[in-house]
């Protein structure tokens, strides 16, 4: 068989390891807690992953580029607090603005993430630590003077808590994220580029494209992604606060690696890195409901996750 | 050379399998003391594999080897070190971010994880100042080394290892005609010291130059070994292709062309790199570049291509001054420049990706943000054209370029960016490492892209390719041409005699090539 | 040992007094927060800094500098040391981590600076900490929520916060004390970490498989709990909740019965008020129990014990009467950032 | 010579801007340079120094370690536990502490080598256990150290910060040495190209496992130290300390791509961070601007030590970057 089919083999192999696990998570909570297999309660763990999902959407095209984005709990907070605000003062224009504008926000975010990383060629897992520094600097500021009453938009709310025949709207805007980004990966040059750019940016560059471009629409992307998540929890939580986004980061790339998602870049899978977000939310609700202990929760994730990958990485061997 | 050799390392039907590709298939194979042994073969036929093999990189998926008749397991390059046996790698197996000096320490025998032992370091820098390579400092980082001057270190970092079987695998690939010759002189030596020497070139005139016998594989398997001069090189080529080939260098299709230059490059400088270049290449022109390595060649291709930041001088076509502020500005027509790079792995090719995915990147610019991917603005009947005019062997157009032998590898690059039909083709090297019957394939197309109008900048170290080739080959000293050599006066002697930069020189080893035969 | 204005500095239960040599002013203090991007201790800051700006502790205050140094003991340490390096006469500092700072006190000591550390306070009895009850603060929210539903419940629902921290243990220890005593109840335990949040989400988890509870706990980060509730449309049962805003809003909202307390962030306040008493020579218990601000439901009343048009964030713990004058909202929000 | 300025120029840039931060904050500092105003500076550095050697080693044979932090709370939790008591109880409890740190990065070391994860994956699960554990040791921050071994290793000796002698101690006695071993070249040219150094002869696997539990040792130093300045463990302390032991050794000039820079380098890189927060306290900054000022300069920092990037003249050589 080609090498290459061997490869998609294994990504959709890899892709599938999260799916499964999640399949046994579940089940094994079954046994203590009957409850874990009401829709109830799935269609909620579906809920709360696609915040998750939202963010891992974003996390992965970057990773997939070859970098990574450690900006994205502030980028989340700040987001939360813009919309909010602008919500919050109940001018109708405003309101409307709410969530463009937190998006527009995430994406300025990635501009700057862009220039660090493809101008100055700062190693991303660095810069994009400052970046997120600095808005925690922002926010910090910002929530010192007067802040106007801060709310979630009807639209806000409906997006993250709302549902449509037992359909959870978030769960929607998240797979509708999903398809855009699958499909400006899988069908735009842009997509191509990105995947190049991810193996082998020298090369990519003397094919004569713009790879710095490329770059910034990644992180832009990628920005918005993480505002949107921003969006969505606040809406979720009626409230923006401080630091509401440090939760997320190490979940998010989690999710996104135990998708199959070679944290070099060039590599990885959709289908993967969704069931990541489901994994992670699940395994995170079934360890806090058996109600077994922080040292413990922590040790059985990190244990979980390592064999997961370990796995993966066994079977590709044999391959 | 003495008689009655000793056996240094023997093969019994050893088979190495990648996956499905059978890289050797039951080779038998034996190698002795005090000679020097040419291994031939198309690319893909099993010579670096064979290498690797001996020298520990790889291990056997079945056979033995035998080392002084002894039965041996050799799984770590260490071990063949400790054998005595060492090989100087086609991929260089010198580390970028460290020193010569630190290089050629690293995994030396006497030093292990131990202290450093400095004694390699002195015989190191007699065998560098012998080969011409007394101007390479100790303590220079590899990376900021041309890619000759690598070669250069790795020959000195194998040899001061004091092997009994030492391997060169396209060792001299990238070095010029004179600094060969000291090589060769310095591997005489040692065989008349007693080493075993393996020799894999693809330089017919270098075989001829050094070997006492020639091995012959061809996919994966060993055809045959024989003294030199049994059989004439018709024949040898006969038994590396299957088949026996006409001539090396395809006669030309149509005549020089002359009318309005196509690419005019006036009083083009940058740093002290390129001082003052100024060459014009018409439509159909094939223009060679050569000279000694990193005398400014490259630079001017590079500029060409977009690629320098604030050089002095101007670039025009058609009278229309360029502004070549990066390759995508390059490629775009009416521009319409390409560049197949020197170093097709990490430059030409992205190897992860399949062949297709290669092919079109270079195209896919054509509409930027273009809904999708099939919509390039390229009729995809143009990569099976190249592809099969060039006889691309690969199983489909889904296979990871990994996959192909450098020769084939090599034909992707090509295609990539002929399918863009540039009005101006710059091949840096395009057939390093590459076997005859690529190469014959790639100058057939050479001749016809020139014949269909493309201007062609052809920069090499093989002179004969310049010779046979091109129409005018400016010859490169300094950052500066040294000298214009067309029609008669393109002679080996010339363009070496220019690219030292001195009038007359000694003879050269360029007799009994293919092209004269 | 009878101490000075026990109405606002209340003793801890047999607690003893400490009091330094009178200094004579005007004092340069210094306030080193641990980590500043959480809106509490933005809250911290804010009213330290009013208080300070107001005219009669002005004239006390040579020099008063805020830094924040984020969640780590050692950079919080050598901040505190820089400020006894420097000879400032006082530190009010939120530790960071309750025992490490054993060394810092005898330096302190040594070098004649008062330390009140408050909120998160020290497992020492050298010197003066500024504090509420924490095991009281648990108490009263598991009574009030016990006392509604006539001491009998079969499930309640109990959010705790940073596993790992003493706070955390106190206020659940206080919770226990109280539903301990109720037989046959069965007590669901989640961790919120203090985040809204991570309540809301867990809180989300915990209905769906416990189903209903009678009542409910939470230690911070109620406004998720509730708001999990709400969205799994269950019964409106009592609540014991903290004191942010947005709490306070959901409770009166939605008339969920129960009380709205917590940790005050005018603490901060208080502790400076007590160094500057100190250093004034005036006697101090060595724990100081603040009066718990609270709520009871039945008593919310916008634009006084909470805010409709402020930031949910916000929190509503602006002052201690008993102290001094609370601050109104504009004092502590219009206190823009470059008026240090 | 000139050879050797080109190799070092980021650490030469790095530390020409830390003598201007140290310098600036000395002055600033209302007491001056006195011993005890140098000690504290000393302490708080050395704590991220040492995390950022630990961080250099895995970084230099091209694996990011994002579980320093998780060892450091383990360690720390730990050493509460077993440095208290008699001197040999306290001279045993060391020797454990160190072992521990050194395990944790073997386990790294395997799952990383012979497991085929990517360190950074890897390392992000294995933090979480680590932690796990830290917290089984101590629930909540408590136990104590013995005071005058903290001591005698957080002050002064002669009016010279502990701290320091103890990083010129590594730096002579440890890193000098190694770096001219075949070990120490190891380490650089696996970092730089692992096929190279393999076809050079050099164990690869052994020496990138070797390189990964040094990186666990130095991690346990960095908690022990951890625990001599505070006197107590506490298990929350590892998020604090796994990223900006990154950013330090990024802001000394080393690459994470692996097999450059220098383990001075790291520590030039740990006290430029810890300078800069240190910068904070006298700068007479409003409180709510302070998290700003301070991300702001590292991210300048971290731009100055990259804005060389735009000499470049030719285009294809910001890509070996
Ligand atoms: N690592 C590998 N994985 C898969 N296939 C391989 C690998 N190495 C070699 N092969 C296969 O074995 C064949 C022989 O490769 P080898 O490198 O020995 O050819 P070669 O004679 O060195 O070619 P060249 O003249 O270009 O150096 C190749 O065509 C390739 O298909
Ligand atoms: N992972 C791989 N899968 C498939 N084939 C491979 C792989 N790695 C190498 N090869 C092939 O094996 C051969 C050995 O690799 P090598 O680097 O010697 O290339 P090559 O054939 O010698 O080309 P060149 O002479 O240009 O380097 C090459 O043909 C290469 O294409
Ligand atoms: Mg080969
Ligand atoms: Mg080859």
New interface residues.
Partial sequence: MTARLFNRVQLDADALVPWIASLIVILVGATVFPKFLSAGYLLQQLQIASFLGVLATGAMVVILLGHIDLSIPWVLGGAAILSTSLAGTGNPALVALAIPAALAFGALVGVINGIGVSIFRIPSMVWTLAVNAMLLGVAVLNTGGFNPKGEASALMSSLSTGSTIGLPHALIVWLCLCLLVFAILKRTTFGRYLIAIGNSEKATYLSGVETPRIVFGAFMLAGACSALGGVLLAGYANQAYQSMGDPYLMPTIAAVVIGGTSILGGKGSFVGTIGGAIFITLLTSVLSVMQISEAWRQIIFGSIVLSMLLAQNLRRRKA | MSDGKRELIRFEEVTKAY??TLALKKVSFTCQAGEVRAVLGENGAGKSTLMKLM?G?IQPTLGKIYVDGQPVRLE???A??DLGIV?M?Q?????????VR??I?????E??????SKGNLTRARAILDRIEGAHI?M???V?DLSLPERQQVEIA?AICRAPRLLILDEATSALNASVVQKVFGLVRDLRDQGTGILFISHRFHEVDDLADSISVFRNGEHVDTFQKGKHSYSEIIAKMIGQSLTELFPPRLSPIPDGAPLLKVDDLS??DTLRGVSLEVRPGEVLGLGGLDGQGQMVLV?ALF?????TGGQISENGHPLQLK???A???PPTGIA?V?EDRK?????P???IR?NM???A??R???????LD?GIDPDLFTRFTSEMELVC??F???V??LSGGNQQKVALT?WLALQPRCLLLADPTRGIDVKTKTQIYRLIRQLAAEGVAIILLSTDYEELIHLCDSVHVFYDGAVRQVLEGPELTAENIIAASLNVNSVPVQAAQGHPAHA | ADTYRPECYAPAPDTTSISYPAKDGPYKVAFVNGFAGNDWRIAAIQSAKAWAARPENAEQLAEFKVISVGNDSAAQIAAIDNFIAAGYDAITFTAVNPSAFTGVIRRAARAGTVLVPFDNVLDTDKIVQVNEDQKALGRLKAQTVMDLLDGKAKKILMVNGLPGNSTDRDRRVGMMSVLDKVDGLEIVEVVGNWDTGTSQKVVADALATHGTVEGVVSQHGTAGTINAMLAANHPIVPVGGDAENGVRILMAENKIPGVSASQAPAMSAIALAAAIDLLKGHPLPQTIYLPIPYVYADQLAAGENFFPDLPKSFNTGTGYEECFKPFTPEELMGQSPDNN | MLDDIRTNKREVIALAFLVVLVSVYLTTHPSGPTTYVLTIWANQCTVLALVAIAQFFAVLVRGLDLSVGAVMALTNTLASHLLIGSSTSIGLGLLAVLAVGSLCGLANGLAIVYGRIQPIVATLASASVFVGLALLLRPTPGGEIDFDLADALTLDIWGLPTALVILTVIVVVFWIPLRRTGFGLALYAIGSSQQAAFQSGTPVARVRLAAFVLAGLFAGVAGLFVSFITTTGDASIAPNYTLNSIAAVVLGGIALRGGVGSLFGALIGAFILKTISALMFFSGLPPLAQPFVEGLILAVAIAIGSADILRLRNRLEVFDR
């Fill in positions: 996956g499905a020298s990189v770590s390059p260490g063949a070190r090989c790698f991929e260089l197996s010198l580390v970028p971010d460290l020193s630190d290089n320490l690293l995994g030396a025998k030093v292990g994880m131990g202290r450093l400092p303590k220079r980082k990376a970092k940058f740093g590079q977009g690629l320098l930041k604030k990066s390759p995508r390059a490629k775009a560049l790079p990490t430059e030409g090719l992205i992860e990706l399949s995915e079109e990147l270079a896919l610019g509409h930027p943000f273009g809904l999708t991917d390039n199983r489909n889904d296979q990871p990994s996959d990539k």
